[in-house]
């Protein structure tokens, strides 16, 4: 039986203070919007049954360096419950491993705190023009948003709020995540949990932009809701993840509607690639120390030049993809030396 099996995903309110997570909080709203039912954590014997029949999916590289072997898996931040149990390979990998280290323990309270308020690490408050803020306001009613609460985050995070809210109509939940549910596995299983970035990087990333740069990203992101290309992206990325066809999700960019532009382009390759040498950085020093680590990072830092596959493989590790029943691109097995 899967080591999932007799472990329920952590309860949902644990997480109340990842600013995020309002998107599992959604009030009523006075509105004729009907909006998704509140996720909840499921019980033990949906986990099981779920175990049972449960499907390797995602992206997962066995790395190999000093007579030590540790894994490398792609992750998906939202999900649905069905595909988030993971699979006997997956789970050999997890069970095999000392320490589990993902871009940042989400359910350690201290983290969760930090987030709370950007301006601690010298992030400046950023006010939308008022007719930007208006197309804010709309679109969280829209998708059923917490207006009050959301009012006093930064606009990035009130975007990225939106944009969570919006999955939960294609029956894609945070909850279900990769990060919550094998952040529960390894506190479950006693394992060593790491992170491999600081709060302050993440949010630096994510909202270090100046004024101009923050207010046309947003004004890009609410223009897809408006025209309805939001969602199906959304969707697009996550069923190419459920279905491990990692050639089609190499080609992100192309589809994504996300890098139409010099600006959209900029904050993809802060928030994405520019991060992925200190993650790979962060996971060679876990396995000098000497542990087997599964390094479990957001499947998107998988692609491209600076892609965390090619960065490890340059720093001396073997590094083989693991083929998945569920892979569906043509070439899956890569060996790079």
Same mark, same amino acid.
């Given at each position: 039986?899967?080591?999932?099996?007799?472990?329920?995903?952590?309860?949902?309110?644990?997480?109340?203070?990842?600013?995020?997570?309002?998107?599992?909080?959604?009030?009523?709203?006075?509105?004729?919007?009907?909006?998704?039912?509140?996720?909840?954590?499921?019980?033990?014997?949906?986990?099981?049954?779920?175990?049972?029949?449960?499907?390797?999916?995602?992206?997962?590289?066995?790395?190999?360096?000093?007579?030590?072997?540790? /894994?490398? /898996?792609?992750?998906?931040?939202?999900?649905?419950?069905?595909?988030?149990?993971?699979?006997?390979?997956?789970?050999?990998?997890?069970?095999?491993?000392?320490?589990?280290?993902?871009?940042?323990?989400?359910?350690?309270?201290?983290?969760?705190?930090?987030?709370?308020?950007?301006?601690?690490?010298?992030?400046?408050? *950023?006010?939308?023009?008022?007719?930007?803020?208006?197309?804010?306001?709309?679109?969280?009613?829209?998708?059923?948003?917490?207006?009050?609460?959301?009012?006093?985050?930064?606009?990035?995070?009130?975007?990225?709020?939106?944009?969570?809210?919006?999955?939960?109509?294609?029956?894609?939940?945070?909850? /279900?995540?990769?990060?919550?549910?094998?952040?529960?596995?390894?506190?479950?299983?006693?394992?060593?949990? &790491?992170?491999?970035?600081?709060?302050?990087?993440?949010?630096?990333?994510?909202?270090?932009?100046?004024?101009?740069?923050?207010? *046309?990203?947003?004004?890009?992101?609410?223009?897809?809701?408006?025209?309805?290309?939001?969602?199906?992206?959304?969707?697009?990325?996550?069923?190419?993840?459920?279905?491990?066809?990692? &050639?089609?999700?190499?080609?992100?960019?192309?589809?994504?509607?996300?890098?139409?532009?010099?600006?959209?382009?900029?904050? /993809? #390759? #802060?928030?994405?690639?520019?991060?992925?040498?200190?993650? &790979?950085?962060?996971?060679?020093?876990?396995?000098?120390?000497?542990?087997?680590?599964? &390094?479990?990072?957001?499947?998107?830092?998988?692609?491209?030049?600076?892609?965390?596959? *090619?960065?490890?493989?340059?720093?001396?590790?073997?590094?083989?993809?693991?083929?998945?029943? *569920?892979?569906?691109?043509?070439?899956?097995?890569?060996?790079?030396?």
């Amino acid at each position: 039986m899967s080591a999932f099996a007799s472990i329920c995903l952590p309860p949902l309110k644990m997480c109340e203070r990842l600013i995020f997570l309002l998107a599992l909080l959604v009030p009523s709203i006075a509105t004729a919007q009907i909006c998704p039912a509140q996720p909840t954590a499921p019980s033990n014997e949906k986990i099981q049954a779920l175990a049972k029949s449960a499907k390797d999916r995602g992206f997962l590289w066995k790395i190999e360096k000093d007579g030590r072997t540790g /894994y490398l /898996y792609g992750t998906i931040h939202v999900n649905k419950l069905e595909w988030s149990i993971p699979g006997p390979k997956t789970v050999a990998a997890l069970a095999a491993s000392e320490l589990i280290a993902f871009e940042l323990d989400i359910l350690d309270p201290d983290i969760q705190a930090q987030f709370s308020d950007p301006s601690k690490f010298g992030i400046k408050p *950023t006010v939308l023009p008022a007719k930007l803020k208006q197309r804010m306001e709309a679109i969280a009613q829209r998708v059923c948003a917490p207006a009050a609460a959301m009012a006093a985050m930064h606009p990035i995070l009130q975007l990225a709020t939106l944009t969570i809210l919006d999955a939960r109509f294609a029956e894609l939940e945070m909850g /279900y995540g990769s990060e919550i549910v094998m952040t529960g596995f390894a506190r479950s299983a006693k394992k060593t949990v &790491a992170s491999l970035e600081t709060v302050e990087l993440q949010m630096r990333a994510l909202m270090g932009g100046d004024a101009d740069e923050i207010i *046309t990203s947003v004004e890009s992101g609410l223009s897809l809701f408006e025209a309805g290309k939001q969602r199906k992206p959304i969707e697009q990325l996550i069923g190419v993840w459920a279905r491990s066809d990692f &050639a089609e999700f190499q080609n992100y960019e192309k589809w994504c509607e996300c890098v139409n532009t010099e600006a959209e382009a900029k904050f /993809y #390759r #802060r928030l994405n690639d520019d991060r992925n040498p200190g993650l &790979a950085a962060g996971i060679d020093k876990l396995h000098r120390e000497g542990k087997r680590v599964f &390094a479990a990072v957001g499947a998107l830092h998988m692609t491209g030049p600076k892609a965390l596959p *090619t960065l490890l493989a340059n720093m001396g590790y073997k590094v083989e993809r693991v083929v998945f029943e *569920t892979d569906g691109g043509p070439a899956a097995a890569t060996q790079q030396k």
